[in-house]
């Protein structure tokens, strides 16, 4: 069965720093990766999708897979205070279901 | 953009009671999931639906049911509610397609 761990569980930056959160996973045949924001008491939406090992940018946010070392990253260009949230890896396997980790909850201070 | 909307937003129920959670979507996607949401455990699933009549279980259906009346519709139903269930419970859409889910606002359940 699909583990996902994300590291760290909190993380602190400075506004206009690069955030970087990461995510590892237990089995490397899954090939459809997102990452998700949550901010507080609400629901999550999806910030990158991807499919294949490499880079995937949607605006200030880049998903980086590397399948072999069983390893998906997100970083944040220039973070800003409204950035502040849980961010959340999920793999999908292949009956669709989605397997989440547990979360990073990132802090954005100016 | 994607519509999910989940009600009650807050339910307080007693031990032991039935507390049914609603989940409507205009999507018209196919697959639809319940899960829940507790502090270091993340997200995890409960039941999901591929399409109206189906259900199936996910990785901690125990104590939960549900129901898919019709493609916009997927209920969970906790028959006899344990304090265990307190919970935030959130509902998703996908396609059959990248499935890329798209979550409503959740329910914060308090069972007491």
């Known amino acids: 069965q699909q583990k996902v761990q994300q590291s760290p569980e909190s993380l602190t930056v400075s506004e206009g720093a690069m955030a970087s959160l990461n995510c590892t996973f237990s089995?490397?045949?899954?090939?459809?990766f997102r990452w998700y924001r949550q901010h507080s008491a609400k629901g999550l939406e999806v910030l990158v999708s991807?499919?294949?090992?490499g880079e995937k940018e949607e605006g200030r946010f880049t998903a980086h897979l590397n399948r072999a070392n069983l390893h998906v990253s997100l970083h944040i260009r220039e973070p800003q205070p409204s950035d502040s949230a849980v961010y959340l890896c999920?793999?999908?396997?292949?009956?669709?279901?989605?397997?989440f980790g547990a979360g990073t909850r990132l802090k954005v201070i100016a | 953009e994607a519509a999910v909307t989940q009600s009650p937003r807050n339910k307080v129920a007693v031990t032991g009671g039935k507390v049914t959670l609603s989940c409507n979507q205009t999507?018209?996607?196919?697959?639809m999931y319940w899960y829940r949401q507790d502090t270091g455990h993340g997200l995890r699933l409960i039941h999901y639906?591929?399409?109206?009549?189906?259900?199936e279980k996910g990785d901690i259906p125990d104590g939960y049911k549900a129901s898919r009346p019709s493609q916009e519709n997927f209920s969970l139903i906790l028959e006899l509610a344990t304090p265990s269930q307190t919970s935030v419970y959130f509902c998703?859409?996908?396609?059959?397609?990248?499935?890329?889910?798209?979550f409503g606002a959740g329910t914060r359940l308090s069972v007491l």
């Open positions: 991807i499919f294949s090992d």
């Open positions: 999507n018209n996607h196919n697959n």
């Open positions: 639906s591929y399409g109206a009549g189906s259900t």
């Open positions: 998703a859409s996908g396609d059959d397609g990248q499935n890329t889910l798209y």
């Open positions: 089995d490397g045949t899954s090939n459809n």
């Open positions: 999920a793999v999908v396997t292949g009956n669709y279901k989605y397997v």
